[in-house]
C-alpha cells in the first residue's frame, strides 16, 4: 500500500486510541457513564465536598476521622467491600459521625475494568450487601477503582441504579514521593466553588494533610458538605 494512504490510516487510528485513552481513564469524560464531577451553581455559595477512597484502613482511618469530628466537617467515604468487613467497626463508626458511605467494589482489584458484565456487577453487590448488613443502609453512591469506566462497568452500574461520583480535584496523595505540602498546594490551586476533592484515608499522614486543607480552605471562605448536600441526592435507598 503506497505510504500516501498509510499516512490518514496511522491518524485515524491514533485519534481512535486517544479517543479510547480519554473516554476510559479520564471519569470526566462522560463517553460511557455519567459521573458527578463538580457541583454547578455555587458560585454564590463556596461549598466543597471531601471524599476518600480505599478505606477503611484500621491504622489511619480512625485519625481522619478525628480530624473531621474536632473541625465538626462530614466527608464521604468510598470503602471497599474485603476492608469493609474486615473493620466493620470503622464503618460503624464513619456512619454514627455523619459521614456518608459509598460503594469503591469488594477488591478494588486492577483487572476490575476487565471483567464481565455479570462479574463486575456481583463485586458491586457484594459491597453494597456487606455495608448494609454492618450499618443497615443500602448506599446508591459508587466510585470505580482508578476512576476507569468502560461499557460493562457503565452496565453494571446502571444495573445497580447507582450515583457515580467522580471528582474535579485528584492531587495523587497516593504518590508517597511527593511532599504533603505539595499535594496540599496542588488542590488549593484547583479550588472552586463545587469542587469535589479526592483523597485517600489509608494513606500516612492523611489526617494532617486533610487538618491543613481545611484550614487553608476556609480562610478563603470554603464550607464542605457531603455528596448528597452538594448534588441534591439521596444517598441511600429508602
Given at each position: ?43 454564590d ?18 485519625l ?28 460503624r ?8 458511605i ?120 470554603y ?16
Amino acid at each position: 500500500m503506497p505510504p500516501v494512504i498509510w499516512i490518514p490510516l496511522l491518524i485515524g487510528l491514533a485519534g481512535l486510541l486517544g479517543f479510547g485513552y480519554y473516554a476510559s481513564f479520564f471519569i470526566d469524560s462522560g463517553v460511557y457513564l455519567k459521573a458527578r464531577c463538580r457541583a454547578s451553581g455555587h458560585s454564590d455559595e463556596p461549598l466543597l465536598a471531601l471524599t476518600f477512597d480505599d478505606g477503611p484502613d484500621e491504622r489511619n482511618t480512625p485519625l481522619v476521622l478525628d480530624t473531621l469530628a474536632s473541625e465538626g466537617v462530614r466527608a464521604t467515604f468510598f470503602l471497599i467491600g474485603e476492608r469493609a468487613a474486615a473493620h466493620p467497626e470503622l464503618v460503624r463508626r464513619i456512619v454514627r459521625e455523619g459521614h456518608l458511605i459509598g460503594n469503591h467494589t469488594f477488591t478494588h482489584s486492577g483487572r476490575s475494568p476487565f471483567r464481565s458484565r455479570a462479574a463486575i456487577r456481583a463485586e458491586l453487590e457484594a459491597t453494597r450487601r456487606t455495608l448494609e448488613q454492618i450499618t443497615g443502609l443500602r448506599t446508591r453512591l459508587f466510585r470505580p477503582p482508578f476512576g476507569v469506566t468502560n461499557p460493562r462497568i457503565a452496565a453494571a452500574v446502571r444495573d445497580g441504579r447507582y450515583d457515580t461520583i467522580g471528582w474535579d480535584i485528584r492531587p495523587f496523595d497516593t504518590r508517597t514521593h511527593v511532599s504533603r505540602d505539595k499535594i496540599l498546594r496542588r488542590i488549593l490551586d484547583r479550588l472552586r466553588p463545587g469542587s469535589v476533592v479526592l483523597l485517600h484515608d489509608r494513606i500516612d499522614g492523611a489526617d494532617h494533610l486533610v487538618r491543613q486543607l481545611l484550614t487553608n480552605a476556609r480562610r478563603r471562605g470554603y464550607r464542605f458538605e457531603t455528596i448528597d448536600r452538594l448534588f441534591h441526592l439521596s444517598a441511600y435507598e429508602n
